[in-house]
């Protein structure tokens, strides 16, 4: 679909819902072709049996799910592990896994999803958590000093070019890839994300994309915005959120707020909430690149797209149009202590907020939240020819392009030691237990193309209308013709997070304007690119493109 009649089909809610039903029925046409389906009909019933029987643990609206509910969830799904391992076959086997700890995700529901796991196989998994701000210095610790002390780790596709470069992860065998049925995962992730020359290292659990998550009560006839629309391009943001300014919030009665941009780093993940305002800017669609120049390695962090952004945030900082202290919120405060809990008229995100809208004892917007790709721009520029051209884009931020699971060099050694870490992997990243982690609060959105059935999520508590705004907004993300893609090369979280603290100064009025922040994060990263060797990075930067080397 070109581009622009993409972006036409974008600005009509109703049309997206249309084009999306008529896309699920082509792919499920498609899927169906040349199969022999009356062979299948028993695997497929029982197979819909237990993907409806997990998704009503506990039930939407039935409270936040608990350890007890992750367990019961992974033992379920031992199926695909019990037709490969014999049971004790891992006995006396220890495994270290690192991931994150945050907001009681991630490793959490790991710990709980692979105890039927561990109880089947006799295995004992060791764990190091870890807080989202910590993870990039931690890995890269482990990296530069050679002491890798765990064998699984929950990891994003951008440090592959910091590990998968450097040897230290294990290759995938291919009986985990027919366990997790890989082919169900959805175009943009398959490879080249997760390979490395030519190899594959990852089990995807996570699809991660920004989309913008908005309150409905905030927009309408009559609303404290006056806007009849929720907003569908950046302008419109920053003019919500000053007309909001001083209004009490329809919800809660507390004072209300615009859009919530987080003005605290994050250990290098909070520079993607600027990516978002930036991408609309500065993704010109006849332009693969947005970071980098792809022949030079030249940031395009100062050009005058980026400058913009760094304005806009600027002009609600100086406008006094967010909550008091907004300087200290990072992306995890900006979505669960204010957006989840009444605070802020809208917020890009990745799309967890949604299904937490719906599952969290800790949200109170559950009814009032809808969701479309994030925020486009009336104009674009065109880096090739240095000039502004006054025509509306979208580019939605595919942000981190998803977690996964990986098995590292540490096990290559040890075959039994190998296939327990494989198994363990692979019993997470399964195509019913993923189901789960996508409906329910897991740190995890969808990332399969069997998580976009709606009538699974309607027989789970959600209603359609929510299920069409949540999941529409990720399809329409992630198969936008100008979606805003991750480069995977060394050192890209080096990358942004010294542009998080360049920003921190700049918001905090250290820096005289826009333009001199975004000069010295450029400045800063051409030292990086230095560091790591220019031309290594431009030819890793094209073939992360797309692009010829």
């Not at 008529?22 to 498609?30: D, E, N, V």
């Not at 592990?81 to 009681?104: C, D, H, I, P, R």
């Not at 692979?114 to 910590?134: F, H, M, S």
């Amino acid at each position: 679909m070109k581009v622009d009649i993409y972006n036409q089909l974008v600005r009509a809610s109703a049309t997206r819902r249309d084009v999306l039903r008529g896309a699920a029925s082509l792919a499920a046409l498609g899927a169906a072709t040349g199969t022999g389906l009356g062979a299948l009909v028993g695997s497929a019933s029982a197979q819909e049996d237990l993907r409806a029987q997990i998704l009503q643990i506990p039930g939407v609206g039935k409270g936040s799910p608990t350890d007890a509910d992750w367990q019961k969830v992974g033992e379920l799904c031992l199926g695909a592990t019990k037709s490969s391992v014999k049971e004790g076959e891992f006995a006396g086997v220890e495994l270290t896994f690192m991931g994150l700890n945050n907001q009681n995700l991630h490793n959490f529901l790991f710990r709980g999803f692979l105890k039927p796991w561990e109880a089947y196989t006799g295995a004992k998994i060791n764990w190091i958590d870890l807080a989202q701000a910590d993870y990039n210095a931690r890995l890269q610790q482990s990296i530069a000093t050679g002491t890798v002390d765990f064998d699984v780790i929950e990891m994003g596709a951008p440090f592959e070019g910091d590990t998968a470069s450097k040897g230290l992860l294990d290759e995938m065998p291919d009986w985990v890839k027919t366990q997790i049925e890989a082919d169900d995962i959805v175009g943009y992730l398959k490879p080249p994300v997760g390979t490395w020359d030519g190899k594959t290292y990852r089990i995807t659990i996570d699809g991660d994309c920004h989309t913008f998550a908005y309150r409905k009560d905030y927009f309408g006839d009559g609303s404290i915005t006056g806007m009849a629309d929720a907003p569908k391009f950046w302008d419109e943001v920053n003019a919500a959120s000053i007309a909001v300014k001083g209004k009490t919030d329809p919800l809660t009665g507390l004072p209300a707020y615009g859009f919530l941009d987080p003005l605290k780093g994050w250990g290098g993940f909070g520079f993607y909430f600027l990516e978002d305002r930036a991408s609309a800017y500065a993704k010109h669609p006849d332009d693969p690149a947005w970071l980098f120049d792809p022949e030079t390695m030249k940031p395009r962090v100062n050009n005058p797209a980026f400058v913009q952004a760094i304005q806009d945030v600027m002009d609600l900082i100086a406008a006094g149009a967010y909550p008091p202290d907004q300087i200290n919120a990072d992306p995890g405060t900006t979505a669960f202590q204010q957006f989840l809990a009444g605070t802020g008229a809208a917020l890009t995100w990745w799309g967890d907020v949604g299904s937490m809208a719906r599952t969290s004892d800790t949200s109170v917007v559950g009814d009032v939240v809808s969701f479309s790709i994030n925020p486009g721009a009336k104009k674009v520029y065109n880096s090739k020819t240095s000039a502004w051209e006054e025509k509306e884009n979208f580019a939605p931020n595919m942000a981190y392009i998803g977690w996964g699971v990986y098995v590292t060099s540490r096990v290559s050694g040890d075959e039994k030691k190998r296939k327990a870490a494989w198994s363990a992997a692979a019993h997470l990243g399964g195509k019913d237990l993923s189901l789960w982690t996508a409906a329910y609060p897991s740190g995890f959105q969808p990332y399969r193309q069997s998580h976009f059935q709606y009538d699974e999520w309607e027989k789970a508590g959600y209603d359609r209308a929510f299920v069409e705004d949540y999941l529409g907004s990720n399809a329409d993300s992630y198969n936008h013709p100008n979606a805003a893609i991750e480069p995977r090369i060394p050192g890209i979280f080096q990358y942004y997070s010294v542009a998080e603290d360049e920003l921190a100064k700049g918001f905090a009025g250290q820096y005289k304007s826009a333009q001199e922040t975004a000069d010295a994060i450029a400045a800063a990263w051409e030292k990086i690119t230095d560091q790591i060797g220019r031309e290594s990075q431009i030819k890793l930067y094209k073939a992360s493109l797309g692009m010829q080397a």
